[in-house]
């Protein structure tokens, strides 16, 4: 085992993260551009120092950073991160930071707790690029269906609220309806093709065949099948806004159960 040479830029990110989220938080209350620079700018520089912590483990260990509970939830993080700025780019409203920034920051505070030691030599099931492909996707596709968990709520509290918040600086409904909307168009795709089929010719690869209904791929058929609901619905019945809201909130947390199922119930995925 080799100790990590990227722990400390993880911290340092994992700090940014919380430096933002506090940030946005008190944004929601002072509109103020001192405390959105500071909330941007911690956001900015901790991906950067994000991206390389998960550089050095790359390198560190000779293969993708997806081979552990402690680079899986990182990854997802930063995917979640990438997005946002993305999102924020493109939208100029600061203002869902304060809901979409404490996603990363949960997953950072989680990974920091596994344990993170760097294995070179990977068990022979994983030595395969199905793997690399099956995980990397499914790591993006979370990170986007983070983003869109976060923005979600935003749209709830931002409907209950109504005309009655002080918060003058909440995007429209429309606005949020559409970057949830975008965030699962995102992450579906993503989460198809890595989870379900690069998945499946893995495990045809490692273990002679291409489904064996272990724990964590039942679970990733029930999650693609709730998404595909969630955008068949959008499509053909029109289904916006709360309902659209509610759907995208119980499929992350469907996701985040299947992922953490594994630390109980093991699996073929218990590695992961």
């Known amino acids: 085992?080799?100790?990590?040479?990227?722990?400390?830029?993880?911290?340092?990110?994992?700090?940014?993260?919380?430096?933002?989220?506090?940030?946005?938080?008190?944004?929601?209350?002072?509109?103020?551009?001192?405390?959105?620079?500071?909330?941007?700018?911690?956001?900015?520089?901790?991906?950067?120092?994000h991206t390389i912590a998960l550089g050095i483990r790359w390198v560190q260990a000779g293969h993708s950073p997806f081979s552990n509970m402690y680079e899986y939830m990182s990854s997802?993080?930063?995917?979640?991160?990438?997005?946002?700025?993305?999102?924020?780019?493109?939208?100029?409203?600061?203002?869902?930071?304060?809901?979409?920034?404490?996603?990363?920051?949960?997953?950072?505070?989680?990974a920091s707790l596994m344990p993170k030691q760097i294995s070179q030599q990977l068990m022979p099931a994983l030595q395969s690029y199905w793997f690399q492909i099956h995980v990397s996707m499914a790591v993006l596709a979370e990170g986007a269906f983070a983003v869109a968990f976060g923005v979600s709520i935003m749209y709830l509290l931002r409907k209950k609220l109504g005309d009655k918040t002080n918060i003058k600086a909440l995007p429209s409904l429309e606005l949020l309806d559409d970057i949830n909307y975008r965030a699962i168009s995102i992450g579906y795709p993503l989460f198809t093709v890595g989870a379900l089929f690069a998945g499946a010719i893995w495990a045809?690869?490692?273990?002679?065949?291409?489904?064996?209904?272990?724990?964590?791929?039942?679970?990733?058929?029930?999650?693609?099948?709730?998404?595909?609901?969630?955008?068949?619905?959008?499509?053909?019945?029109?289904?916006?806004?709360?309902?659209?809201?509610?759907?995208?909130?119980?499929?992350?947390?469907?996701?985040?159960?299947?992922?953490?199922?594994?630390?109980?119930?093991?699996?073929?995925?218990?590695?992961?």
């Open 1 to 49: 085992m080799q100790q990590p040479g990227d722990v400390m830029y993880f911290w340092v990110a994992f700090v940014l993260y919380l430096l933002s989220f506090l940030s946005f938080t008190v944004y929601l209350g002072f509109k103020n551009k001192i405390v959105t620079t500071t909330a941007i700018s911690a956001m900015v520089i901790g991906f950067i120092f």
């Open 76 to 110: 997802m993080a930063w995917m979640a991160v990438l997005l946002f700025l993305i999102f924020l780019w493109k939208y100029k409203k600061p203002i869902i930071g304060s809901f979409v920034s404490p996603v990363p920051v949960m997953l950072m505070a989680a």
């Open 204 to 272: 045809y690869n490692a273990w002679g065949n291409f489904w064996s209904w272990d724990p964590k791929e039942t679970g990733a058929l029930i999650i693609w099948l709730f998404y595909t609901v969630y955008l068949h619905a959008r499509y053909q019945k029109g289904w916006r806004g709360s309902k659209a809201a509610w759907m995208s909130i119980i499929g992350f947390i469907m996701a985040l159960a299947s992922f953490f199922g594994n630390l109980v119930v093991g699996g073929m995925h218990a590695y992961v």
